[in-house]
């Protein structure tokens, strides 16, 4: 593979590593909201965020953690026929769905954009009482989206090189090379 692929895979599983062990502590986040909320029902008078927080906090975690799980191969994936099939013929079907995949997310990528700026625009607010602006959670909805679809062209990157017999070695990254460049001296 050229350069810039292996240069684009290694900062694409790098920002998504980063981004989706961020996105593993928001599951802390969420149960404190809800901790709250259960304390303050029982207790005192219930607040009215607590709800839809503990939800843009769910949106998040799914969604900045989504390219993490898919850097790590660690998605649902229907296992009837997949794991009967030789490696080569696993790459194959992994290359013509991950193509379908990456088609998918440009047009969900393309409306969360479109939604982000009517949000920003009109100053859009959720419907409940305690009224959020729609703004950030869509904002982050994007970044989420658009850290998928980059790791799912690395993937195919991946793929593509694994059927051509080069693979590409996702866990080498640029601090291991320096680490071996200096041992290896």
């Known amino acids: 593979m050229p350069k810039a ?47 839809e927080m503990a939800q843009f906090t769910m949106v998040a975690y799914y969604l900045l953690g989504g390219g993490y799980s898919m850097q790590l191969d660690s998605h649902v994936r229907m296992d009837l026929l997949y794991s009967r099939w030789s490696p080569k013929t696993r790459t ?28 920003l625009k009109y100053g859009e607010e959720s419907y409940s009482s305690w009224a959020p602006p729609m703004a950030p959670i869509k904002i982050t909805m994007c970044v989420g989206i658009a850290l998928m679809l980059l790791q799912a062209v690395a993937v195919f990157f991946k793929d593509l090189a694994k059927a051509t017999g080069r693979p590409i070695d996702p866990g080498k990254t640029h601090e291991k090379e320096r680490i071996d460049g200096e041992t290896s001296a």
């Open 92 to 119: 194959a079907v992994d290359l013509v769905t991950i193509g379908f995949l990456i088609f998918y997310l440009v047009f969900l990528l393309y409306g969360g954009f479109s939604s982000t700026q009517y949000a």
């Open 5 to 51: 692929i292996v240069t684009y895979v290694r900062w694409v599983d790098a920002v998504n590593r980063v981004v989706g062990r961020f996105a593993m502590y928001l599951i802390f986040a969420m149960i404190a909201i809800l901790l709250y909320s259960s304390i303050t029902k029982t207790f005192f008078i219930p607040a009215l965020w607590t709800l």
